[in-house]
């Protein structure tokens, strides 16, 4: 069970790896990142409520005190972190854009400590304070700002939101189906983004075309790549995801799933042609390295302190 739990972890990380790659496709053919975003969670939306409708009916049901949650899920959970995601890679490279995103944990460790007044190992906060020492590697702050400055706005606060992810799947038990969460939740962020995304003014017509990204990078159909897109690095990741969480513990899914910041940066460099410097590299890894302990810490206790709550679930772009 449990290795077969570490190897669904591994291959959701590397789906939802190809999230940010492919849709600098659909932006690189004319569509605007809230129009790549909303065209992804309308088609994975719409396709899990089809199969889940089909296939396991009961997992569609939300309990009526769960509404409000459900909803904030959505708006939050999953069109906050991908909106704000996806306007980021427009803005910074994809292996940046994660990391920044993957900060999540250490803003779960400040707020834990600080508004639910729970205390933590003292390796969450050695984790935080590694994480930030990496961010500012990345960024090369001894030289100044080198990264544009409202990316990495947008890529923390889409890490804000990422962190409201971990938060709230700890407040639902078994009377809520993660399949349904996650169905719904796509579908009412496709819903929440329709006057911002605005789908009928959606260059439709770019989906008939071919698109290279960047100088460098590879040229495909943007239907091929939007189609990969929502199977693989949506569809295929959250359910694999779900199901690895499902037979690990948090911390370890958490460290599997954490991967996605590494195969971004892989899928970028072979398909989009973006690299990412010596200082990015290592900063990369020492923000990672800060984050999982600052995650495997808070998990560990949280678990000690109310083991009745749901297991947190990994989030990913």
Same mark, same amino acid.
């Given at each position: 069970?449990?290795?077969?739990?570490?190897?669904?972890?591994?291959?959701?990380?590397?789906?939802?790896?190809?999230?940010?790659?492919?849709?600098?496709?659909?932006?690189?053919? /004319? +569509? !605007?990142?809230?129009?790549?975003? %909303?065209?992804?969670?309308?088609?994975?939306? @719409?396709? =899990? #409520?089809?199969? *889940? &409708?089909?296939?396991?009916?009961?997992?569609?049901?939300?309990?009526?005190?769960?509404?409000?949650?459900?909803?904030?899920?959505?708006?939050?959970?999953?069109?906050?972190?991908?909106?704000?995601?996806?306007?980021?890679?427009?803005?910074?490279?994809?292996?940046?854009?994660?990391?920044?995103?993957?900060?999540?944990?250490?803003?779960?460790?400040?707020?834990?400590?600080?508004?639910?007044?729970?205390?933590?190992?003292?390796?969450?906060?050695?984790?935080?304070?590694?994480?930030?020492? /990496? +961010? !500012?590697?990345?960024?090369?702050? %001894?030289?100044?700002?080198?990264?544009?400055? @409202?990316? =990495? #706005?947008?890529? *923390? &606060?889409?890490?804000?939101?990422?962190?409201?992810?971990?938060?709230?799947?700890?407040?639902?038990?078994?009377?809520?189906?993660?399949?349904?969460?996650?169905?719904?939740?796509?579908?009412?962020?496709?819903?929440?983004?329709?006057?911002?995304?605005?789908?009928?003014?959606?260059?439709?017509?770019?989906?008939?075309?071919?698109?290279?990204?960047?100088?460098?990078?590879?040229?495909?159909?943007?239907?091929?790549?939007?189609?990969?897109?929502?199977?693989?690095?949506?569809?295929?990741?959250?359910?694999?995801?779900?199901?690895?969480?499902?037979?690990?513990?948090?911390?370890?899914?958490?460290?599997?799933?954490?991967?996605?910041?590494?195969?971004?940066?892989?899928?970028?460099?072979?398909?989009?042609?973006?690299?990412?410097?010596?200082?990015?590299?290592?900063?990369?890894?020492?923000?990672?390295?800060?984050?999982?302990?600052?995650?495997?810490?808070?998990?560990?206790?949280?678990?000690?302190?109310?083991?009745?709550?749901?297991?947190?679930?990994?989030?990913?772009?």
């Amino acid at each position: 069970m449990r290795y077969a739990g570490l190897a669904l972890a591994f291959v959701s990380s590397w789906c939802f790896a190809f999230s940010g790659p492919m849709a600098k496709y659909l932006i690189a053919a /004319g +569509l !605007a990142p809230i129009e790549a975003v %909303w065209t992804r969670m309308a088609g994975a939306g @719409l396709l =899990l #409520l089809a199969v *889940l &409708a089909v296939v396991r009916p009961q997992a569609l049901r939300i309990p009526r005190s769960r509404l409000p949650f459900f909803g904030l899920y959505a708006i939050m959970a999953v069109a906050g972190v991908q909106a704000l995601y996806f306007v980021a890679i427009t803005r910074l490279p994809v292996g940046i854009a994660l990391l920044l995103e993957f900060m999540a944990p250490v803003m779960v460790v400040a707020w834990v400590r600080i508004v639910r007044k729970v205390r933590l190992a003292r390796a969450a906060y050695v984790g935080a304070v590694v994480a930030v020492v /990496g +961010l !500012a590697i990345v960024v090369e702050a %001894w030289q100044g700002l080198r990264l544009d400055a @409202l990316g =990495l #706005l947008l890529g *923390l &606060a889409a890490g804000a939101c990422c962190a409201g992810y971990f938060l709230m799947n700890d407040s639902f038990g078994d009377d809520v189906d993660p399949l349904g969460l996650i169905a719904w939740g796509l579908a009412g962020a496709a819903v929440v983004l329709i006057p911002f995304a605005r789908p009928w003014n959606i260059p439709w017509d770019a989906f008939t075309v071919s698109a290279t990204p960047s100088a460098g990078g590879l040229t495909l159909p943007v239907v091929a790549a939007y189609l990969w897109m929502v199977l693989i690095a949506t569809v295929a990741a959250y359910i694999l995801g779900v199901n690895a969480v499902r037979r690990l513990s948090a911390a370890v899914g958490a460290t599997v799933a954490s991967l996605e910041v590494i195969g971004g940066a892989i899928v970028a460099w072979a398909l989009v042609g973006e690299t990412l410097g010596l200082f990015q590299i290592l900063g990369g890894l020492i923000v990672l390295s800060g984050a999982l302990l600052a995650q495997t810490a808070t998990a560990t206790t949280q678990q000690v302190a109310a083991p009745d709550l749901g297991e947190t679930v990994s989030v990913q772009a």
